[in-house]
């Protein structure tokens, strides 16, 4: 690469010189390849070129001659730039020259399947060059465009494959980005005139998708078809073969199964009353298709970690094809119990997927379908109002819910000792906003849940727990999202019923504490009966030799000298106290004195392993 002198940078920009192609081609390489002064001035000199008002008038030259992608790229930004800033002011031959110059560019890369796969990045800058010029000529300047795009397709299936492409481009710009980029005015004329003008465009997908054995152009179908469902007049979709095509002929087919589980999850996203049946005979096909394609019996989490991109993509899609349909249709198929039941069984084994994002799309159906039903039957003054109720028909289900809730449950803000990922018990010092949103979620879900049967929700946390005790599940992990799950539904539970619940709880842990050896072991457990503990102020208040119990267990926790114990335990006695204050400063059965004297009275032995800040 030779170095650029500041006499050839003159040149270059010099337009009454004839353009030096191999100069700038030189030029552009010196961006990319040196260093310090050089590319300063490489930059200089191609920052003034594309700035230059004329430099648009040199396009053609480069694009005809340069050996280099990169100065080609360079010189399409610049015919980017002038339709993008002054195409209103160009004369109307030049606009009509430059419209029919990219025209007839598109054609020429994209006419044979070879020479658009070479040159892929070159033509999709073509591509947002041409959709630039449509948002300013179309329809006002050249209405035949959606004609002409539709004939062009049908004679070349590699140029009707970038057609696609540019009909997609055309679709997200004018629906997707429209948005303070263009006046409302003239989005909402675009809008009406793709909309108007859809026959044309809906004939060519269908001709792709019911005639075309080229795969490429068959995806490249599908994803376009994907921008327009949320936009398209409803007929297209509900009135045309396009619903049965998606699921008999592309949903079984492994390169087009996540496309087309995209196509069916943003019509099932649709809220259309007319079309109840069709519906129906989407759920029940998608769900037979499914049947073929996934064993019941499978591990989702291990298919998941093990499968390749588009396997993972796959069960993300499947799970928001299941949620979006059933949040939306569910009780239109609630009464199809085998295809009901495979569909909740699928969605099931998708929450176990230790994957956060696939988890959150199924915790927001849960958490929408646990909240309808415990709804349903409102209470109003002393009487119930008689509704039919669907709990039944979810009964099974939301019990392996609610196992799944509590074996997942996120961590609490109040939690401040965690494992590391080196596996070793540490205190927090960062908080994850993502995990306490999550927890919140979660939180509000179990509740939902525990409202709507408290006996099987206490059922499987004392199940659990004695799994915890007894050692045969006894790992950090599970401890923590017993004990945040536990401490999570506060308040759901009579106060009778709660009282049983927490008595047996602290008990449990307590006695888990006494048993377990190692530092390490007693600070996650302390950590979870801090917690839990802190979360029932309730029962505290109601039971004062409890409470002070309590106390004084985290007064011995403060001598505990792992990391984020104390202040766990800080955190904690503070939370108690200005929820149970009343109790510290009156007088109880059987006391020689209040508890706060008793506090100020052993005040040094408690704080003597505190630090200043604690």
Sequence with gaps: MATLSSEEARKLLDFNEKLDIGLLDNIVESLYASQG??????????????????????????????????????????????????????????????????????????????????????????????????????????????????????????????????????????????????????????????????????????????????????????????????????????ETKLVSTLISKFLSVPMFRNVTLKCLSEIAGLTVNNYRHIYVEMFEQTVEQFSAIINPITNMNHIYYNGSDAEQNFIQNLAMFLCTFLKEHGQLVENNTASFNKALHYLLLISEVEDVEIFKICLEYWNSLAAA???????????????????????????????????????????????NENGEVVREFMKDTNAINLYKSMRETLVYLTHLDYVDTETIMISRLMEQVNGTEFSWKNLNTLCWAIGSISGAFHEEDEKRFL???????????EQKKGK????????????????????????????????????????????????????????????????????????????????LGSMSTIMCDLQPQQ
């Design 37 to 238: 002064e050089q590319l300063r001035m490489a930059q200089d000199v191609l920052t003034t070129l594309k700035e230059h008002p004329d430099a648009w008038t040199r396009v053609d030259t480069i694009l005809e001659y340069s050996q280099n992608q990169q100065t080609k790229y360079y010189a399409l930004q610049i015919l980017e730039e002038v339709i993008k800033t002054r195409w209103k002011i160009l004369p109307r031959n030049q606009c009509e020259g430059i419209k029919k110059y990219v025209v007839g560019l598109i054609i020429k890369t994209s006419s044979d399947s070879a020479v658009m796969e070479a040159n892929k990045v070159y033509l999709n800058k073509l591509n947002i060059i041409l959709v630039q010029i449509l948002k300013r000529e179309w329809p006002k300047n050249w209405e035949s465009f959606i004609g002409d795009i539709v004939g062009a397709s049908k004679t070349n299936e590699s140029l009707c494959q970038n057609n696609m492409q540019i009909l997609k481009l055309l679709s997200e710009e004018v629906f997707d980005f429209s948005s303070g980029q263009i006046t409302q005015t003239k989005a909402k004329h675009l809008k009406d005139t793709m909309c108007s003008e859809f026959s044309q465009i809906f004939q060519l997908c269908s001709f792709v998708l019911e005639g075309s054995l080229n795969a490429p152009l068959i995806a490249a179908t599908l994803e376009t078809l994907l921008r327009f469902l949320n936009w398209i007049p409803y007929g297209y979709i509900f």
């Design 373 to 419: 039903l415990y709804k349903e039957i409102p209470y109003q003054g002393p009487f119930r109002i008689t509704t039919p109720s669907r709990r039944s028909v979810y009964a099974e289900t939301l019990s392996k819910v609610r196992c799944i809730m509590i074996y997942r449950m996120a961590k609490p803000e109040e939690v401040l000792v965690v494992e």
């Design 503 to 513: 008595v047996t709880v602290i008990k449990e842990l307590l006695g888990l504490c």
């Design 520 to 599: 390490d072991n007693k600070a996650i457990i302390a950590s979870n009966i801090m917690y839990v503990v802190g979360q029932y102020p309730r029962f505290l208040r109601a039971h004062w030799k409890f409470l002070k119990t309590v106390v004084n267990k985290l007064f011995e926790f403060m001598h505990e000298t792992h990391d984020g114990v104390q202040d766990m335990a800080c955190d904690t006695f503070i939370k108690i106290a200005l929820k149970c204050r009343r109790h510290f400063v009156t007088m109880q059965t059987n006391e020689a004195c209040t508890f706060i004297d008793e506090i």
